[in-house]
Nanobody, 122 residues
Framework: QVRLVESGGGLVQAGGSLRLSCAVP????????MGWFRQSPGKVREFVAT????????RYTDSVKGRFTVSRDNAKNAAYLQMNSLTVDDTAVYYC???????????????WGQGTQVTVSS
């Protein structure tokens, strides 16, 4: 079972920044789109951002547009989520996931990480 590995979560004050990383142990990494999702207690898993395999397509949920940036480095088998101007509403466990073809639907992703906690204090 392939497991992605997220890192970079933590505690940050509102207005601050964090950069999440996702290590992807998949051959032909560039063939996989990457998605970022988040989930808070009692809430459904929420789409945050996705990026295509070659990086030329990205999509964001409205609440993070202009604040978050998704990127990838295919030479390093890694994906990233740069999060700026964080608010308390961004507090959640963040997950990265991989599949063939970018989509916002978390149910269609094949490979997942264990999640990393992001907590934003006011």
């Amino acid at each position: 079972q392939v497991r992605l590995v997220e890192s970079g979560g933590g505690l940050v004050q509102a207005g601050g920044s964090l950069r999440l990383s996702c290590a992807v142990p998949l051959r032909t990494f560039s063939a996989y789109a990457m998605g970022w999702f988040r989930q808070s207690p009692g809430k459904v898993r929420e789409f945050v951002a996705t990026i295509s395999g070659n990086g030329d397509y990205t999509r964001y949920t409205d609440s993070v547009k202009g604040r978050f940036t998704v990127s990838r480095d295919n030479a390093k088998n890694a994906a990233y989520l740069q999060m700026n101007s964080l608010t308390v509403d961004d507090t959640a466990v963040y997950y990265c996931a991989a599949r063939h073809g970018a989509t916002h639907d978390w149910r269609l992703y094949d490979y997942w990480g264990q999640g990393t906690q992001v907590t934003v204090s006011s």
